[in-house]
């Protein structure tokens, strides 16, 4: 949607494996944010970037790291994956005047 | 601690109800008030927002009511339909601190025909 896209959809990864994710988007946004949503928790922010190789943490941030070296392309990667972060991961780009769009999501269970 | 508290939990209402989802927050420095709407398997859309300077927003049969002083915001829903069942969030940032969103829990609308 909106030129957002996240990879892969689905993922299962054994606990202590290294996993990362991609989101990529094609409309040249500043800034794009990684989320993890889990029931009764909402979406909780787990790092963002607002420029090439400019990130932050979020408010989730233990356990995972990102990178940014294109504009379009923002990665997450769990550096040994944990049962914890069994998720539904989202990212996300900031739009003019505002608001984000979503991409689909990448549901990640850890065995 | 939560930045943005949202209830209730779930809902469930019949069609043609008017479904209300509330919010309340804290910093009073958040200047933007989104409501998201999520449908199974897919991430959330933007659905309408507001600003501090106004107390209503309506887009179709979607409102936003807000309290500046009470710090809370409400989603009114019109003439509710069956496809209108969904997930709803709530969410608040604050422009100068790279519009990181704060998101309620998350309200599950159920529309009964």
């Known amino acids: 949607d909106a030129g957002i896209t996240q990879s892969p959809r689905h993922k299962v990864t054994e606990t202590g494996t290294p996993v990362t994710l991609r989101c990529h988007q094609t409309?040249?946004?500043?800034?794009m944010y990684w989320y993890r949503q889990d029931p009764g928790h909402g979406l909780r922010l787990i790092h963002y970037s607002y420029g090439v190789k400019d990130t932050d943490k979020g408010e989730v941030s233990d356990g995972y790291s990102v990178s940014r070296s294109k504009t379009e392309d923002f990665l997450l990667t769990l550096e040994s994956a944990t049962s914890s972060q069994t998720s539904v991961y989202f990212c996300a780009i900031r739009r003019q005047g505002g608001g984000y769009t979503f991409g689909s999501g990448t549901r990640l269970t850890v065995v | 601690q939560q930045q943005v508290k949202q209830s209730p939990q779930s809902l469930i209402v019949q069609k043609g109800g008017i479904p209300i989802i509330n919010c309340a927050y804290e910093n009073t420095a958040f200047d933007y008030f989104p409501w998201y709407q999520q449908f199974p398997g897919k991430g959330p859309a933007l659905l309408i927002a507001?600003?501090?300077?106004?107390s209503e927003k309506k887009e179709g049969r979607f409102t936003i009511s807000f309290n500046k002083s009470a710090k809370q915001f409400s989603l009114h829903i019109m003439d509710s339909q069956p496809g209108d069942s969904a997930t709803y969030f709530c969410a608040a940032s604050e422009s100068n601190t790279g519009n990181q969103f704060y998101f309620g829990t998350g309200t599950s609308l159920t529309v009964i025909p």
């Open positions: 507001i600003r501090p300077d106004v």
């Open positions: 409309e040249n946004h500043r800034y």
